[in-house]
């Protein structure tokens, strides 16, 4: 972005643009004036451009110094360590009580380094499954987290730098819970880029998780909830294109534990955990589930695979004017069929609530809570609820949402490997907002009928005396939402 204005700039100036460059303290350069120009700016990429979708040869170098486990040790992350003056620049520019919530990750401060590498590429922020293949090779297993980035390019003295900087702290007030943080400043020739990726703190692990595991090897998860989760239950690939439903076990100490025997056939298995979450409005029969934790493990494979594994197809890439909705009920119906399930029915006014919700969303700064009350306004639209799931995100290309949902193991026992359904989907375009690309909010309700075959994921069984006896407290002001400005988060309920 910022080369492309340059360019034009430098058709206004004459002479020598080297000797621009090189004007005294006291006049600074034309490209300092550029990014001075554009501190307003928290910069992605242009309306025009489609978000990255490939690493340098820097970033990838940078990626394979990254562990070969989730939720690394601080001592195993020593190579994307900020400095301690750097993230003191950081933390002082945050009210005191924003500061008592961060905590510093260290895979964040990985998948900071490698963003803020590979930025200078193209000059665009990585697409969002781009973001998540960097986050899982770093060690990070949130199914959604938040960057920003603000690049400097030419004379950037530290002065401007560290300005920069707290600029970038603003978003992070918006935390009113126990957040991560981390945070990368890098220089690669004339550019300086910095990158702040941060997440609320709902799980911590107590345990050393690998990516990599022989075939048969028994994946165990020893975690700790936010406390306002409970009763996290867990779904996972296995062989073909079965999904397992596995409950955790509480200890004692409030913590929780799975330990899960993996496949014996090479591949990559995802895992994904859900957990119910306090909600002010909720009533009694309804559950409210989160996504809390998701990452994917390799079986007998030393290496993750490429990013291109998770990316669609080259003639996927580059987005066909605005997203229909015809086309993710097809990829959907695509899957069902290899499932040997019958084609998903399009609702017309399911459709409409749906449509309603979405354009609430898109005119909304933060990603708005899910609909409290769906289920009274579908039962007086004489549907005999089974059960019921929404979905409430923002994209920018619809190939990588729809990618998303489907890496997803509970979508996939839930929503598409299931009998007969009744579906209706709202997409809303958001306000441009400048030097950013075009977004979307999308709204997806699912309604199984009463009477309605269904086909449950399958439930490996757990020993009685180690089931889930609830667990965290209550909070009646709980609202389900995005607790900093996001651009993507899912939300459902049932």
């Excluded at 928290?42 to 990838?60: E, F, H, K, N, Q």
């Excluded at 993230?87 to 919530?101: E, H, I, N, Q, S």
């Excluded at 950037?156 to 918006?174: E, I, Y």
Aim: overall charge neutral; aromatic content about 6%.
């Amino acid at each position: 972005m910022l080369r492309r204005i340059e360019q034009e700039l430098a058709k206004v100036f004459r002479g020598d643009p080297w000797g621009i460059r090189q004007a005294g303290p006291l006049k600074p350069s034309w490209r300092a004036i550029v990014v001075l120009g554009m501190l307003s700016w928290t910069l992605g990429c242009t309306a025009s451009i489609v978000p990255g979708r490939s690493l340098g040869s820097g970033a990838r170098s940078l990626v394979e110094e990254a562990p070969d486990v989730y939720a690394p040790e601080a001592a195993l992350m020593q190579a994307f360590a900020p400095g301690d003056d750097l993230r003191r620049t950081l933390l002082d520019a945050l009210p005191k009580a924003t500061r008592a919530l961060a905590k510093g990750d260290p895979a964040l401060d990985c998948v900071a380094s490698v963003i803020a590498e590979n930025y200078p590429e193209d000059e665009t922020a990585p697409s969002k499954l781009l973001q998540q293949w960097i986050a899982w090779r770093c060690g990070a297993m949130s199914p959604d987290f938040h960057f920003n980035i603000r690049p400097c390019i030419g004379r950037c003295t530290s002065v401007l730098l560290d300005s920069l900087l707290r600029r970038l702290a603003g978003p992070l007030t918006h935390y009113d819970r126990r957040f991560s943080y981390g945070l990368s400043r890098r220089r690669r020739g004339q550019w300086h880029v910095q990158v702040v990726v941060s997440d609320e703190r709902l799980v911590e692990s107590q345990a050393r998780v690998r990516r990599s595991y022989a075939p048969g090897d028994t994946l165990s998860l020893k975690l700790r909830l936010n406390e306002r989760l409970r009763s996290p239950i867990a779904y996972i690939q296995a062989d073909g294109d079965r999904t397992i439903k596995r409950e955790l076990s509480e200890n004692p100490d409030g913590g929780w534990e799975l330990a899960h025997r993996l496949p014996s056939t090479y591949g990559t298995y995802f895992v994904e955990l859900v957990a119910d979450v306090e909600h002010g409005s909720e009533r009694e029969g309804m559950h409210w589930q989160q996504g809390i934790l998701m990452f994917p493990t390799h079986v007998g494979s030393a290496k993750a695979p490429e990013p291109d594994v998770f990316m669609p197809k080259e003639s996927e890439r580059v987005p066909d004017g605005a997203p229909r909705i015809e086309q993710l009920l097809e990829r959907y119906n695509a899957q069902r069929r290899l499932l040997g399930r019958p084609v998903i029915t399009w609702d017309a006014e399911i459709a409409t609530l749906a449509a309603t919700r979405a354009e609430l969303d898109a005119n909304a700064v933060q990603l708005i809570p899910p609909d409290a009350a769906l289920d009274l306004k579908l039962d007086k639209m004489g549907i005999s609820l089974g059960q019921f799931w929404q979905t409430q995100a923002r994209f920018e290309v619809l190939h990588d949402y729809v990618r998303t949902q489907l890496l997803r193991p509970s979508v996939r026992a839930e929503q598409i490997d299931t009998g007969a359904v009744r579906v209706g989907i709202g997409i809303a375009p958001r306000p441009v907002e400048e030097g950013r690309p075009r977004s979307y909010s999308i709204v997806e309700y699912w309604v199984f009928p009463r009477d309605g075959a269904s086909s449950a994921p399958e439930r490996e069984s757990v020993d009685a005396s180690r089931r889930p006896i609830g667990g965290g407290s209550r909070d009646d002001a709980v609202q389900l939402r995005a607790a900093a400005p996001a651009d993507d988060a899912t939300t459902r309920n049932r």
